[in-house]
């Protein structure tokens, strides 16, 4: 009775497969006791032919998932054979093609939506080409193309507005084209040429006085200034005009006159500037008299009404100070001249707090970092932009090996300064906006500083990769901030961190912190090289 049994499901089996029903044939021949009978074992060759033509199939249709269950089949009933190995080496080689090109469709797709979400419409064009989905990529071109002529037409009154000579209003138009449809090589383009003319302009505004006008239009500046180098100086001459507004209400006069002189040397012409130098200066004289005087005996060392009101405007302005940070120490050495920073056990560091830094050869003039070697006596500057820094070249200048004019700067980018001179571009610390230009050996400055130190805020000393200037050993840390133009240091890590005061930084004197000790003194470049 079982062979009955037996030979019915076969009969069944066999009429399945004539008829091309694979899977009803495959489901009785995969029985435990078919491959028992010689029917049955002839059955499942039978069974070898159509599976692996379907398989074939499917493989042809990009039906992978189709084309493997197929496979599994004939080694389930024992006949994955040579034939059906390669086969199946194939479809699985083409499914991670299939899969990898699937991923970067969907990485196109998203790096489109992304960049056209952030306006970044030339970098949209480009990745389009990638997708292959035809209907995907007609809505974002379309959307892009919109995008393009709206931007168009604000660029267009742009240009109009820079024929009649009103460079604040095309600035104005320009902005708004990029933030409300995002940058292009249209936008590109026409800043590079606004960024002449603003550059231009500015010059004008000093020489007049019109200074309203240099403010009106500092944050068009500074979004012109990421694409066109031209307003290198422009820029420095704008922030040097902001600083002497807010010296200005903070009655600061000495640090007002250093900033003007600075604003003259840095190309501020005009009769207002050197009738602003004659005034401060007698009040800086006068000035100096009455603290010479017994008043000056009598000075509360905690008076800094200037500094505090200075703070109150960088606060306006959009800086950030904490209560405990509103007043400068009389006696804490100004941000407004180079500082060279000691570290006993972690080498010098050259501390700038200007928004723009001079790269030069040594010796050249009003160079901030005067590098030795083979390299222009004005050879690049590196600005700071917000949060971001960005190199613009006067000479050969390559970063990671490849040559630009201006260009953001990343964590560990490596500058390269003409043949020879090497430098690495750091962000240690999330929590501080300053940046660190670390030297080769071989590139070191006058007095063996290792480090240039990008002051913004705050600075950190230690050990550790999170610190500006690291050292060797020891636990202590210690952060360098800005409080009304001045420098002070507070302690935060290491033994008895929690009670730690602030102090202010007193040129020349040693700052001791357990085992760490710190000395800031003004940075003379011309100085004799050290040995270490």
């Not at 489109?112 to 480009?126: H, S, Y």
């Not at 000579?165 to 902005?175: K, M, Y």
């Not at 240039?452 to 202590?476: A, M, N, W």
């Not at 002070?488 to 007193?506: I, K, L, M, N, Y």
């Amino acid at each position: 009775m079982f062979a009955r049994f037996c030979n019915v499901r076969l009969a069944a089996a066999e009429k399945a497969l004539r008829q091309g029903r694979v899977d009803e044939a495959y489901e009785a021949a995969r029985q435990p006791d078919v491959g028992q009978t010689p029917r049955g074992r002839k059955l499942l060759d039978d069974l070898v032919r159509p599976l692996l033509a379907r398989a074939r199939l499917h493989r042809q249709a990009g039906r992978y998932v189709e084309a493997l269950a197929d496979l599994d089949r004939l080694v389930a009933i024992d006949r994955g054979g040579d034939e059906a190995r390669a086969l199946r080496q194939q479809v699985l080689t083409e499914a991670r093609e299939q899969a990898r090109q699937e991923g970067e469709q969907r990485q196109a797709l998203g790096q489109a939506a992304a960049q056209l979400e952030a306006g970044r419409l030339e970098t949209v064009r480009l990745n389009l080409q990638r997708v292959v989905d035809t209907g995907r990529r007609e809505a974002l071109a379309g959307e892009v193309d919109v995008r393009l002529r709206r931007c168009v037409q604000l660029l267009e009154q742009a240009q109009t507005s820079l024929e009649r000579g009103d460079v604040l209003a095309a600035i104005g138009f320009w902005q708004d084209a990029c933030r409300r449809h995002g940058r292009s090589r249209e936008t590109d383009e026409f800043a590079v040429r606004l960024g002449e003319a603003g550059a231009a302009a500015t010059e004008s505004w000093v020489a007049e006085g019109r200074l309203d006008r240099v403010h009106a239009a500092a944050a068009g500046m500074a979004a012109l200034a990421a694409i066109s180098p031209a307003l290198a100086v422009a820029q420095r001459v704008a922030g040097l005009c902001a600083r002497a507004g807010r010296l200005l209400a903070a009655a600061d006069y000495p640090a007002l006159r250093q900033t003007l002189l600075q604003l003259k040397a840095a190309g501020g012409r005009g009769a207002w500037l050197d009738q602003a130098l004659e005034v401060l200066g007698r009040i800086v004289t006068d000035h100096e008299a009455l603290l010479a005087g017994p008043l000056g005996t009598v000075l509360p060392g905690s008076t800094a009404g200037g500094a505090a009101a200075l703070e109150e405007a960088d606060k306006a302005a959009g800086g950030q100070t904490t209560p405990a940070e509103e007043a400068a120490d009389p006696a804490a050495v100004r941000l407004d001249r180079p500082l060279l920073v000691l570290v006993d056990g972690g080498g010098a560091g050259l501390l700038l707090s200007q928004d723009v830094v001079r790269l030069g050869r040594e010796g050249g003039p009003e160079v901030d970092v005067p590098l030795p070697g083979d390299v222009h006596s004005h050879h690049a500057d590196v600005m700071r932009r917000g949060e971001d820094y960005f190199v613009t070249a006067h000479g050969p200048v390559e970063v990671n090996q490849r040559r630009v004019e201006h260009t953001l700067l990343r964590d560990g980018d490596r500058i390269t300064l003409g043949p020879r001179v090497a430098l690495v571009f750091s962000r240690p610390s999330a929590k501080s906006e300053s940046a660190v230009l670390r030297l080769s050996h071989r590139c070191r400055l006058p007095q063996d500083v290792g480090e240039v130190i990008l002051f913004r805020r705050t600075c950190l000393i230690g050990r550790g990769s999170g610190c500006h200037l690291p050292r060797r050993e020891g636990d202590e840390q210690v952060v360098l901030f800005e409080r009304g133009g001045a420098l002070h240091v507070r302690q935060t890590a290491g033994s008895r961190w929690e009670s730690a005061a602030v102090q202010p930084v007193v040129a020349g004197r040693v700052l001791e912190f357990g085992d760490l000790r710190v000395m800031v003194k003004p940075y003379d470049g011309a100085a004799r090289r050290t040995s270490g």
